[in-house]
């Protein structure tokens, strides 16, 4: 069974942990993130953008996979199925389609338009009992071909948007998609604080997880990020092992051929990461 993000982000705020949103592709990538999830015994969330939504065939088809695979898998810690990214109309179909969690980013709108449509996700979403993230300030880098500046978000903004009634809120605090530039200037703590307490309890979101320091992203949850988004590294470390078994002739030699071995590296290779990263957000055994 789908849970919203609600109640899994709610304990991590109070426990000071996060818990990782990792971003799914295809059946492989989603198994890898669920039998991770169980065997750290951590809360997850799988995201799903609308470009990698489209890739799969549709948002039901993503719906029927993900709640087939969570019983037949056996999963049995808490698992949300959330939109990464919604546009409008792409969270109104992630409602329709069973996901238990949506984002809805109105963060390229002016205030006042992200306010009228947020409020209107979070009347239809929490009519089925369905989580709903907001954003503020838009985060930097590309994702499915839309690239962002990348700005920190208006702490008074912050709060207008939390007092809505979102379940949790993403703020650009100089975070960006993708893989960080060498001359970055790392995340803007001074104002992720002011954010955080103008929002109180609202579970913050920290996008762009790939390649953030370490310490930085402890310093960001004990400042309130209750939820971190990977995705791109999860893609590398794929690719990555992808490539050396190719390279190694594997694919060509016995059964080496068969997609089942092909993709059996880079399916361990997932799973690495995701554990890595439970550890260091420290949702492991928080289930
Ligand atoms: P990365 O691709 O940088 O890991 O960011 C993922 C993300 O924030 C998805 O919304």
């Known amino acids: ?3 919203s993000a609600s109640e899994m982000l709610k304990k991590a705020k109070e426990g000071k ?7 799914i592709n ?12 169980q065997e750290c015994n951590s809360p997850v969330i799988l995201g799903v953008s609308e470009g990698a939504g489209k890739y799969m065939t549709g948002f039901k088809t993503v719906t029927a996979m ?28 992630c409602i329709e389609a069973g996901f238990s969690s949506v984002m809805f980013d109105g963060s390229h709108y002016g205030i006042e338009e992200n306010i009228e449509k947020t409020k209107e996700i979070i009347a239809i979403a929490n009519a089925k009992g369905i989580s709903v993230e907001a954003e503020v300030g838009s985060i930097g880098g590309e994702e ?30 100089g975070n960006i998609h993708g893989k960080y530039p060498a001359n970055w200037a790392g995340l803007n703590f001074e104002a992720l604080d002011k954010i955080q307490q103008k929002t109180g309890t609202m579970p913050l979101v920290l996008h762009g997880g790939t390649g953030i320091p370490a310490d930085m992203i402890q310093k960001a949850i004990s400042l309130g990020v209750s939820k ?34 092909l993709l059996a590296p880079g399916v361990e290779a997932i799973k690495a990461t995701v554990k890595e990263k439970m550890e260091l957000f420290g949702s492991v055994n928080k289930a």
């Not at 295809?26 to 999830?37: G, V």
């Not at 999860?234 to 068969?258: I, P």
Request: charged share 25%; with cysteine.
């Open 17 to 23: 942990y996060a818990v990782g949103q990792f971003n």
């Open 144 to 173: 499915d071909g839309v690239v962002g500046a990348g700005e920190v978000a208006d702490p008074d903004e912050c709060k207008l948007i939390a007092d809505l009634g979102v379940d949790m809120l993403a703020a650009g605090i």
């Open 26 to 37: 295809n059946l492989e990538w989603t198994k890898a993130i669920l039998l991770t999830a």
């Open 66 to 93: 993900v709640k087939a695979m969570v019983e037949d898998l056996g999963i049995t810690v808490p698992v949300a199925l959330h939109l990464d990214h919604g546009s409008y109309e792409g969270a109104k179909k």
């Open 1 to 3: 069974m789908l849970v």
């Open 228 to 261: 971190i988004n990977v995705n791109t590294e999860c893609q590398l470390s794929f690719a990555e092992a992808t490539r050396k078994y190719v390279e190694a002739g594997k694919d060509l030699e016995g059964k080496g051929f068969d997609p089942r071995k």
